[in-house]
């Protein structure tokens, strides 16, 4: 099987990728400011709901009753769209995905395509394949238009330019589109709004993602902001929409839920500016071709896992990324996937399907498991849980190695009392690598805390000796 | 009240005043207090690293020493939070655990403890504390009732201090990363003693204050709420 | 054979042996209460402009002098003296040269400050409100629902629907809104009370 591209080629592991980012100086400040802020207004806009929690059960419930029957909504939804004049495409991987959507570009003898932001394309490398094959993806999205000018790669599922600042930015325009501008934000969004005004206006062909499809009715939803996105959705005269099969939900009143849910986790606003609904094709209004492409791509081999399928309720808001402490200093191109953050850390192992792989087997031990995340996933998704679950995996994956027969003996030794009070007994005789209390150096495994911490001398009695003592 | 106390085996091994501390405060406050010696570790570090068939045998030895008890008391809230919450993935129904703040908020009900500390307090709520028992306001309410306290707020306080048990060897660097930013936060309060309800949490805080010669003493809650003005607490070595 | 990916990812979920979830419970506030005071103030937020007006020709003579699209089925009174008037049909570059787009709505939503849009009576297509610069949109007090749940059932959602809250923005430099991108940079709100 050909490898996923959600994680990009050559990509260190994490604490590889880690230590490089950690150092950027630039990138720390430019993370700590956008999270930071983005925090602060997620809690506002959280805050103002009274039924926040009854929200996010019905979020999670919704998702779960998808995934419970997902052959059935799927079959339906293809049934929904077919009837309004839509086609729908399946593709099992990421491979068979771009074959068709290349097809399809070539049909309407496209050599240039506009794009709204996507997290299913960009997981199946889209752009790369249609340049290869001769056609052009232009970002509109205003961060994937940053990243896309800088020959860079994305770092966060909602803004892929985070770890870029207003300076960089401009820099970035200046030297793509050739045009002097400030770095006020403004300024930036007015250049780039010039820049694609004219790709809007003449492009034939739009690619897009999808937030949500509603299976009943066959209405794909896209939230964005920029308006971007509705230029795409409507300007076109074809427009192709590639869709992860979890995307589903069964019914138009299920959108209530995730309309209140995904904008104030996500952008941390009341509402998103743009919310664009389509059924198929509508005549006289918007593209007059529109085909949907529904891609597996690992999807179904994370579902069949009873713990692990929970990511695929997943709506992409990056909440969890926004407050997670280890994202914060990281930044997201340490993950190597195009799903860095903790929801990152439990998809892209899963979707890659393959925990020899060292890279991707990296991913569920980077992070502390504080539960910032769980606690403001708007479809509950337990990542804690499901990070133990993968490591879990990753060390069957490993076999034997010096970490697992520590923890073997380690485990030994605690099943019984005495051992661990003989293991105690020795152990305090640390205490004579001690001064003045603490040990500042200890030999590898333990040099790797001792680099940037003490440790407090054991002390001369534990307290189950004290205890025979005195209370025995 | 015929309590059982799970020492931890962090706390047992490098931190017996903290257990010590936690008999004299369970007693002063009328409970009888018992330490069953066929205790070691609750399987934490085994589950988290991905070892959860070495987990689950500690698990049981856990149901099995306190399973005569109605109330065992930890403190620690990532070891509580353990049994708690994933002890019955193991297969077990392990015994009623609490987190001593909970315990003592929840059970005793009790906030004011007769406790008296006259220090400069900042508090550390630790992440499983906070997030996997929601044990909330409960350790605060404690301390502002404490005798010549001085509480001062930890900026960021929910943040994570990037101990997260192996994390913070097998991603050293950006455990050190969330380290440095709380010891800031730390140090911007100008308290001299730094508290917390797990002793891992505050032996990596700690440590990092102590290889910076910071002199911020990390104390465990129980500590403070054991020292009294006739018995006060006095830094062991 | 495109049937074949179908097939193979069908049998995949169908072989992944999810157990049937438990039924749906909808705790959540299914109405809300806030009316036109709460939607003015929610769309004003967004730094959008609004207008609480009980005379919609008066109100629009500030149109007086610009070149602004009609949809073909607005009310003749809508139609001012003063204002060049654009109707369909109108090609993509008439639209985008336009100085604005005069439009109703279908519903509104006070509890997020949003206006739908359905196609429907006095909205037109989809482009007419996305190209020129400058939307004015009139609300009815009528059409303002509470919440969310009170809007987003619409009675034909197979229509393409536009929702808009304030006029075109971006949170993507340093996480941080700024107003004014590709859509419409004013939006100019007409509530009718």
């Known amino acids: 099987m050909a490898r996923n591209p959600v994680t990009w080629l050559g990509s260190p592991t994490f604490p590889q990728a880690a230590h490089k980012a950690l150092a950027d100086t630039q990138l720390r400040q430019n993370l700590r400011k956008a999270t930071g802020t983005i925090r602060g207004r997620r809690a506002a806009a959280v805050g103002e709901m009274t039924d926040w929690e009854q929200l996010r059960v019905a979020g999670e419930q919704i998702k779960d009753d998808v995934l419970s029957r997902l052959d059935t909504l799927l079959v339906r939804l293809e049934e929904s769209v077919t009837a309004r004049g839509g086609v729908v495409h399946w593709a099992r991987d990421a491979e068979e995905a771009n074959r068709i959507v290349l097809g399809l570009c070539r049909e309407e003898n496209a050599t240039e395509v506009v794009k709204v932001k996507s997290m299913a394309t960009a997981e199946i490398g889209l752009n790369e394949a249609l340049e290869a094959g001769g056609v052009h993806a232009v970002e509109t999205d205003l961060a994937e238009l940053i990243v896309q000018l800088g020959d860079d790669r994305p770092s966060h599922i909602l803004v892929p330019a985070i770890h870029r600042n207003r300076s960089e930015i401009r820099e970035i325009f200046r030297r793509r589109m050739g045009v002097e501008v400030s770095d006020e934000p403004a300024d930036l969004a007015e250049a780039a709004r010039v820049y694609l005004r004219q790709k809007f206006l003449t492009t034939k062909v739009a690619i897009s993602g999808a937030n949500f499809a509603v299976a009943d009715t066959g209405s794909i939803v896209v939230l964005e902001s920029e308006g971007n996105g509705r230029m795409c959705l409507t300007l076109p005269d074809t427009l192709i929409t590639v869709m992860g099969i979890e995307k589903l939900v069964p019914t138009w009143q299920d959108l209530e839920v995730f309309l209140q849910l995904l904008p104030r986790s996500s952008t941390a606003e009341r509402m998103n500016p743009y919310t664009s609904v389509w059924t198929g094709v509508t005549p006289g209004d918007g593209p007059q071709k529109f085909h949907l492409v529904l891609i597996d791509n690992g999807r179904t081999a994370t579902l069949a896992d009873s713990v692990g399928r929970q990511a695929l309720r997943c709506i992409r808001c990056s909440a969890c990324l926004n407050v997670c402490p280890v994202y914060e200093r990281t930044g997201g191109q340490s993950y190597g996937s195009v799903y860095p953050g903790p929801i990152g850390a439990i998809l892209t192992p899963q979707l890659v399907g393959d925990m020899h792989d060292p890279q991707a087997a990296s991913l569920p031990f980077a992070s502390s498991l504080c539960g910032a995340c769980f606690e403001v996933c708007p479809v509950r998704i337990d990542i804690p849980s499901v990070l133990t679950h993968l490591r879990a995996e990753a060390v069957e994956a490993k076999g034997r190695t010096a970490e697992s027969v520590a923890m073997a003996a380690a485990a030994w030794m605690f099943a019984s009392a005495s051992r661990y009070e003989k293991a105690q007994k020795a152990g305090s005789l640390a205490r004579f690598l001690a001064r003045d209390g603490r040990i500042t150096s200890l030999p590898w495994p333990g040099s790797k805390w001792t680099s940037s911490r003490d440790v407090p001398a054991p002390p001369s009695e534990s307290f189950r000796a004290w205890w025979r003592k005195n209370r025995g | ?237 | 054979m495109a049937s074949s990916a179908k097939e193979e990812i069908l049998a995949r979920i169908r072989g992944a042996r999810v157990p049937a979830a438990a039924p749906v419970v909808r705790g959540y506030h299914r109405e809300g209460s806030g009316g036109v005071e709460l939607f003015a103030e929610r769309v004003a937020d967004y730094r959008a402009v609004v207008r609480t007006v009980t005379d919609v020709p008066e109100a629009l003579k500030s149109l007086r002098g610009k070149r602004i699209v009609a949809p073909s089925d607005v009310p003749d009174e809508w139609l001012v003296d003063g204002v060049t008037w654009l109707r369909e049909p109108l090609s993509i570059e008439e639209l985008d040269g336009s100085d604005g787009v005069l439009t109703g709505c279908a519903v509104a939503i006070a509890d997020t400050g949003t206006i739908v849009l359905d196609g429907g009576v006095a909205q037109g297509r989809r482009a007419l409100t996305l190209l020129p610069d400058h939307h004015v949109c009139v609300v009815r007090a009528d059409q303002i629902a509470a919440s969310v749940p009170d809007a987003a059932n619409p009675p034909e959602p197979t229509r393409p629907l536009t929702f808009v809250s304030g006029p075109s923005a971006t949170s993507d430099i340093e996480l941080n809104r700024v107003e004014g991108v590709h859509g419409p940079r004013t939006l100019e709100v007409l509530i009718v009370t």
């Open chain 2, 1 to 237: 009240m015929r309590v059982a106390l799970f020492a931890t085996c962090l706390t047992d091994t490098f931190f017996p005043s903290t257990a010590r501390a936690v008999v004299r405060l369970l007693e002063r406050l009328g409970c009888s207090v018992e330490f069953p010696l066929g205790q070691t570790c609750c399987g934490q570090m085994h589950f988290n690293t991905g070892y959860r068939e070495h987990a689950k045998p500690l698990a049981r030895k856990y149901t099995d020493v306190f399973r005569d008890y109605d109330h065992v008391v930890a403190p620690s809230g990532s070891c509580a939070g353990m049994v708690r919450e994933i002890h019955p993935t193991l297969g077990e129904s392990p015994p009623r655990t609490f987190e001593l703040a909970e315990f003592l908020v929840d059970v005793l009900g009790v906030t004011d403890v007769g406790a008296w500390f006259p220090h400069r307090v900042t508090y550390h709520p630790t992440c499983h504390s906070l997030r996997m028992l929601g044990v909330g306001d409960k350790p605060l309410a404690l301390l502002r009732a404490v005798k010549a306290l001085d509480l001062v707020e930890l900026p960021d306080a929910s943040h994570c201090c990037g101990f997260g048990g192996t994390f913070a060897v097998k991603n050293a660097e950006t455990s050190t990363a969330m380290l440095a930013d709380k010891m800031t936060s730390v140090l911007s309060t100008g308290a001299e003693v730094l508290c917390a309800g797990d002793n891992s949490c505050l032996m990596h805080i700690g440590g990092g204050l102590s290889r910076l010669r910071a002199g911020v003493r990390p104390v465990h809650l129980a500590e403070i709420l054991a020292s009294t003005e006739e018995d006060p607490w006095r830094a062991t070595p």
